[in-house]
């Protein structure tokens, strides 16, 4: 019995229209909560969402601008979902993120001018995953080894790759740093050759960056791996539960291992793909500022740590983060991005909640539950 | 040249400056995590904090006597609130406890709720009004060594020196604290003993809350001292690091914190005396170091428990007795 006055009750049966109503019902309930905040505040809401809505989807450009926000996304809510899913706590999704970025760019600064697209393309997505994972492994291997929280861990190692981007670029005369022209000035770095710029592919009306393309293959790819493979049941039995696992021979260290080196290489990726899609250059500040790899994790938990659905989720606040950089200015409140993405995720995380119990009021005792009944 | 000029004398006195926040925040965090409630929105709950603070300063006119400890009660009630969310959603809803946290940092964080209220009150483009500054306790600040050191600090440092005493009081010689421990151990023992779970998690996530706002207060007031979005620049994961390798335990935790002060403030004081040093790297120190102590402290604590509350992280469900 609650002191609240109700209790929750686990649901005897699921009606089927309830996984579709939950996600949808929580979005509008986050969406009327930040039109009273908007409200409260003296903005009018109906004009601001109705700016969101045309510069995230309607306008000209702005879906291939939303696709483009929401590449990154994707990979980091990717990064989380996969290492949610065998409650491996990876925060570290904006450091592995930032790694991505430093050895795509690295690696095409190398390849320089002469070498083909293909082949500087392919190779940024490689060492893009290799940088991801190699930073993913280190609290993996810390868990597995000395059972240290990995949310700790993964956390720091953000703030030192945020240091190691800045080193390169401001405190260092890196191989990453432009040093001729106004980079002799003003510390800034390398602009890739535009052969390593990574293609878009053009569907007519909109523009689909190979980032995208590559995250949805990514995606697909996941959900097989997950569903269908022993890797992805062994998976699964480690997430649900680890003492089954150990009984079943299973060795869940190596697993988290496995797994951890697997969330980094998404996140890799996305930091590659950010670069080669969007940025061409390695911007430590940039980076920081978009925050994309704890967004990540709200897109994996909006999705319910499902791949596939992770790409509809990435689509719908890459949208919200695209209207956020292209309203940006004095009559666009600043910070509208994360309570709406905070909004969206608390509804969502209350509405599951809702769905998978019954509310009941609480009842003194149990002769008065007879008594209600038989009214 | 005075001894108290020395090297060794200013980096301390600034550790215990710069450290002041982080004593708050993670003595905040312990209080939450002793009743079994992880809150990963240290971060956003700091940030809710000093614009709370900043607000109060800019905008209320009077004397610094009233004014700043009106700053102060609001960074506390605009922290205690974005925790009360956390509270909800975790205590009553039982929804996982570290989506939930991150949910608050987001929320409320550097792209989030307080920098747009801090847009729409237009802070952050003048010095706030009024600040936290140095004062000379007894005038002892003179005092060779101990005097820069000790004596010479904010009217914030010496409150967190209060309360990290109370508050170890309070959890190892009172009832209540006696009961903290319990629910944060086994809360179904504490149930069947007649202690209200949900009223002591509640009352500490939100109390611990209203900490990270003081902590949040200390940025705007105290250190920077004005509003600029991000301005905690993660401090509050710190906190949260702070708090395992105090053993929860508010001493340790506040030596900690001076450790970490004095870490972060190594560089800029090195540099003021010339000694060359890449201050990006030297910043990176503190989350190198914060990893290895993690390291040792989780292998020893796996083997010894040291401190951690057993049921931290999990959410009581009393039908499940």
Known sequence: ?375 | MSINDNLFVIIMASAIFYGTPLVFASLGELLAERSGVLNLGVEGMMLLGAVAAAWVSTNVDGPAIVVLPLAIVAAMIAAGLGASIHAFLTITLRVNQIISGLALTIFAGAAGLSSYLAGIWQLGQTPVKQQFGKIDVLGLSGVPVVGPILFHQTLLTYLSWVLVIAASFYLFRTRAGLHLRAVGESPQTADSVGISVSRYRYFHVIFGGSFAGIAGACFSLMIVPTWVDGMTAGQGWIALALVIFGFWRPDLTLLGAYLFGALSSLGLTLQARGIHISTALLSALPYVMTIVVLVIVSNTASRKQLGAPAALGKPYEREER
């Open chain 1, 1 to 375: 019995m609650s002191r609240f006055g109700f209790r929750l009750e686990p649901r005897s049966y699921l009606p089927k229209w309830l996984p579709w109503a939950v996600p949808v019902g929580s979005f509008l309930a986050a969406l009327l909560v930040g039109a009273i905040v908007l409200f409260a505040t003296g903005q009018n809401a109906l004009s601001v969402y109705g700016r969101i809505l045309d510069r995230a989807f309607l306008s000209e450009g702005a879906f291939t601008g939303t696709l483009i926000s929401a590449t990154p996304l994707l990979f980091t809510g990717l990064c989380a979902a996969v290492a949610f899913r065998i409650g491996f706590f990876n925060i570290g999704g904006e450091g592995q993120f930032v790694m991505g970025a430093i050895f795509g760019s690295g690696i095409a600064l190398k390849l320089g001018v002469d070498a083909p697209g293909i082949v500087s393309v392919a190779a940024m997505v490689v060492f893009g995953a290799v940088g991801g994972g190699l930073w993913g492994l280190i609290p993996g291997i810390l868990k597995a080894r000395f059972r240290t929280n990995e949310i700790i861990t993964s956390l720091m190692l953000n703030y030192v790759a945020a240091v190691i981007a800045t080193y390169l670029i401001f405190d260092s005369n890196s191989f990453w740093r432009e040093l001729t022209g106004s980079g002799a000035v003003f510390p800034k770095g390398k602009i890739l050759p535009t052969g390593s710029w990574w293609p878009n592919l053009d569907f007519g009306s909109i523009v689909v960056p190979f980032g995208f393309v590559l995250g949805m293959v990514i995606a697909a790819w996941l959900y097989v791996l997950q569903r269908k493979t022993r890797f992805g049941f062994e998976m699964r039995v480690v997430g649900g539960a680890p003492t089954t696992a150990r009984y079943a021979g299973m060795k869940p260290a190596r697993i988290v291992v496995a797994v951890a080196a697997l969330s980094g290489a998404l996140a890799g990726i996305g930091g590659a793909a950010d670069i080669g899609n969007f940025r061409h250059v390695l911007d430590p500040k940039g980076l920081q500022q978009s925050g994309f790899g704890y967004a990540g994790i709200v897109v994996a938990a909006l999705a319910r740590l499902n791949p596939v659905a992770v790409v509809f989720v990435a689509v719908l606040l890459g949208g919200i983060t695209n209207a956020g950089y292209a309203l940006r200015g004095p009559d666009f409140p600043s910070g509208l991005v994360g309570v709406l993405q905070g909004l969206i995720l608390f509804c969502t995380l209350g509405g599951e909640v809702l769905a998978r119990y019954r509310i009941t009021r609480s009842v003194r005792t149990p002769m008065n539950a007879s008594a209600l009944e038989s009214a």
